[in-house]
């Protein structure tokens, strides 16, 4: 079946380090690809998401660019900020009803002043 | 705009006790869901409904039950608690037509059952 898998976390970075959390994905068909952020006591929120091949989903400074060939999804930043702290989740659609997703377990990360 | 909204935010229950979660948005979304969240699980699918009367099964519906009379609201039902129901609860709408609509989440039900 359908899954996600993202690196483990938790992940401690220093302010304005560079950010990669890797997502690969397992699917049938051609699903869309998300990143969504949790932060703490809140709900996911949509971070970015990718809906074909080749496709680079942005905002807020994040990026991932969907790769078919190496069914891939990685999320990166430039330069993160203590702001960033919070919990990443990459999901893909199942490709039946409009809304269901299959989540990774999400990777929290930290970000040091 | 409130968007999701749920009630409680926490929850104690004894095992065997029941209770609804309640979930509503004022978005005039179509389709609504139940996900959990465990540690290290990520989030799982429960129950979800791609319109008022139209329900369905997710990937861990046992234990719970859900109804969807109006398109705002869609109550969680656990009948008969149990100490494995324990979790974060968060219901979430989505308002597009298409796999790439993005989901609208809920703030969460944190439940304990002892």
């Known amino acids: 079946g359908n899954s996600v898998t993202q690196m483990e976390g938790p992940v401690t970075l220093s302010e304005e380090a560079f950010l990669t959390i890797n997502c690969t994905y397992t699917?049938?068909?051609?699903?869309?690809l998300f990143w969504y952020v949790q932060y703490p006591g809140e709900g996911l929120q949509l971070l970015l998401k990718?809906?074909?091949?080749?496709d680079k989903g942005s905002n807020k400074g994040f990026e991932a660019t969907y790769r078919k060939e190496t069914t891939s999804f990685h999320l990166e930043k430039g330069s993160v900020q203590v702001s960033d702290s919070a919990v990443y989740f990459c999901?893909?659609?199942?490709?039946?009803?409009?809304?269901?997703?299959?989540f990774g377990k999400g990777t929290k990360l930290s970000v040091k002043p | 705009n409130a968007g999701v909204t749920q009630t409680p935010k926490f929850q104690v229950l004894k095992t065997g006790q029941s209770m609804t979660l309640q979930c509503a948005q004022d978005?005039?979304?179509?389709?609504m869901s139940w996900y959990r969240q465990d540690p290290g699980m990520g989030l799982r699918l429960i129950h979800y409904?791609?319109?008022?009367?139209?329900?369905d099964q997710g990937e861990v519906p046992n234990g719970y039950n859900v109804s969807r009379s109006t398109t705002e609201d869609f109550p969680l039902r656990l009948l008969s608690a149990a100490p494995s129901q324990t979790s974060v609860y968060f219901c979430?709408?989505?308002?597009?037509?298409?796999?790439?609509?993005?989901?609208?989440f809920g703030n969460g039900t944190r439940l304990t059952v002892t």
């Open positions: 978005m005039n979304h179509e389709y």
């Open positions: 409904s791609v319109g008022a009367g139209i329900t």
């Open positions: 979430a709408s989505s308002g597009g037509q298409g796999v790439g609509s993005p989901l609208h």
């Open positions: 999901a893909l659609s199942d490709g039946g009803s409009q809304g269901n997703l299959i």
């Open positions: 990718a809906t074909k091949a080749d």
């Open positions: 699917a049938t068909g051609y699903p869309s």
